[in-house]
């Protein structure tokens, strides 16, 4: 079986600026696989390439074993895509919008009624067919823009941002509707975002940073890179605690929002030899489990600052 997206020294520009640079991810069929970044990471213009709406310029994608470069039609029929931005007609009602969707796929005029109400019982808005898409809260408006993307019965859904613009109760019933699509039909759910509390829940993370891979793998397999904890000190006098710290520890603490943090190994004698010694340069400390947000400090030396996606239309910049 092929892999459902295989990514192969991806590279791209824009005018004189680069975006991605030699970017290579495998994902299998059935994975739950985030590609995460900060603003200006990449990730979206990746998600483009992937969807076939900028054309390839360096580097190969196949989808399901056909090339996006070469046969773009056939990739397409692979894909479900929902973009990060609002993609229903406001002014058509629910149904005429997924049927409308149908079309363009070529399905005839009595599969897309049977799958639409197929679909609208499955993700819980039958009582609303008949509505104005303008009439949906946005938790509804993301069902329909998924169980549309559903209808030609893609093997992979490619998901921009999804729950940007949702609340978290929202955001949490979009994903059991995800999970469910994916473990009944076998469908590979492939997004990104910006919240990494949203990508410790996919199977595997790509964390991208200006347009570079610099992690792949597990959640847990990141975190565990780092070592057991991770030792974060708010200093009354910094020169000393960075040089308390670096005494204790054999490294250099990194300086962050404020604090200093060392990744700490797993044999905790140099902790508890650091915490029985009286410390009047900190002025507090705490000690804590790595997260996605420590493994690309790590990796950068910067922290993950996020900008929050805009929901009323598609950037055209690298994101």
Not at 79 to 88: A, D, H, K, N, R
Not at 179 to 197: K, M, P
Not at 257 to 285: C, F, I, W
Not at 286 to 314: M, Y
Request: aromatic fraction near 6%; include cysteine.
């Amino acid at each position: 079986m092929p892999s459902a997206i295989d990514i192969r020294d991806v590279s791209h520009s824009f005018a004189s600026r680069r975006a991605l640079y030699n970017v290579s991810v495998e994902i299998q069929p059935g994975e739950r696989f985030a590609f995460v970044g900060p603003n200006g990471s990449g990730k979206t213009t990746l998600f483009r390439l992937i969807s076939t709406l900028f054309p390839l310029s360096a580097g190969e994608i196949d989808i399901c074993g056909d090339s996006v470069a070469a046969t773009p039609s056939l990739v397409r029929q692979h894909l479900g895509v929902v973009f990060q931005s609002p993609c229903l007609d406001r002014f058509l009602t629910v149904r005429e919008n997924i049927e409308l969707e149908g079309s363009l796929f070529g399905l005839s005029g009595a599969t897309c009624r049977s799958q639409t109400a197929l679909l609208a019982d499955r993700f819980g808005f039958t009582d609303r067919l008949s509505d104005l898409a303008a009439k949906l809260s946005g938790g509804m408006r993301r069902r329909v823009e998924i169980a549309k993307t559903l209808l030609h019965s893609p093997e992979v859904i490619l998901l921009d941002e999804p729950t940007g613009p949702l609340d978290p109760s929202a955001r949490r019933a979009l994903w059991e509707l995800l999970d469910c699509v994916r473990r009944q039909d076998g469908v590979t759910v492939v997004f990104t975002t910006h919240l990494l509390e949203e990508a410790e829940q996919a199977d595997r993370v790509a964390i991208l940073d200006e347009g570079r891979l610099i992690a792949c793998d597990s959640p847990a397999a990141l975190r565990s890179s780092l070592g057991s904890d991770i030792l974060s000190v708010r200093p009354l006098d910094a020169a000393a605690a960075t040089q308390s710290l670096h005494e204790a520890f054999g490294i250099l603490p990194q300086s962050v929002d404020g604090s200093l943090r060392v990744t700490l190994s797993a044999d905790r004698n140099a902790l508890a030899r650091y915490m029985q010694k009286p410390h009047p340069e900190v002025a507090s400390l705490s000690v804590a489990s790595p997260t996605l947000e420590d493994v690309f400090l790590d990796r950068t030396g910067r922290c993950f600052t996020p900008v929050e996606p805009s929901v009323k239309g598609a950037s055209h910049g690298h994101r």
